[in-house]
């Protein structure tokens, strides 16, 4: 083969390569070997990672929260419904206090785990609400204003 098609096939190989590289990384789904979700707390940033996870409908879900951060505290709060609940529910978070921060009984609220410790770690099961989006938050006093926040897609 002449140079301009080894170039070509070169080419080829390493767009295969890529692909199988990106179909390989997990994905933002958060999936772990168990078959549960993880999601963590990025370092010291007030951002979950990934910020984006998805569920099917009515399944049980396995879902274990890392907060990597060295010096915050943090939770996961899964709300039922978008913004404007994640706002109220940080709001009435706010009234509850130190040291959870989560309001209970509320029905605006899916799923919690405690607040945790830096450098800590909760596992929590919850049934996974009907299809939509949901926003999920962490509701120590001014994250969620900060950004910590990110979408759960239920399927
Ligand atoms: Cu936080």
Redesign the pocket.
């Known amino acids: 083969m002449n140079s301009r098609t080894r170039l070509w096939v070169g080419g080829l190989l390493v767009a295969g390569a890529l692909l199988i590289a990106a179909c390989g990384g997990g994905g933002s789904s958060g999936g772990d070997s168990s078959g549960g979700l993880t999601v963590s707390?990025d370092g010291e940033n007030?951002a979950y990672k990934p910020a984006s996870l998805s569920v099917a409908a009515g399944s049980s879900v396995s879902l274990t929260f890392v907060n990597e951060s060295a010096a915050?505290?943090?939770?996961w709060v899964l709300v039922a419904g978008g913004d404007d609940v994640a706002m109220a529910v940080d709001e009435a978070a706010l009234d509850v206090g130190p040291p959870n921060y989560v309001p209970q009984g509320d029905a605006n609220i899916v799923a919690a785990t405690d607040m945790l410790a830096p450098g800590g770690k909760a596992t929590i099961t919850f049934t996974a609400p009907a299809a939509g989006t949901y926003v999920f938050l962490?509701t120590?006093p001014a994250?969620y204003a900060g950004g910590?926040k990110g979408t759960l897609t239920v399927n």
């Open positions: 707390s007030l915050q505290q943090h939770n962490c120590y994250h910590m």
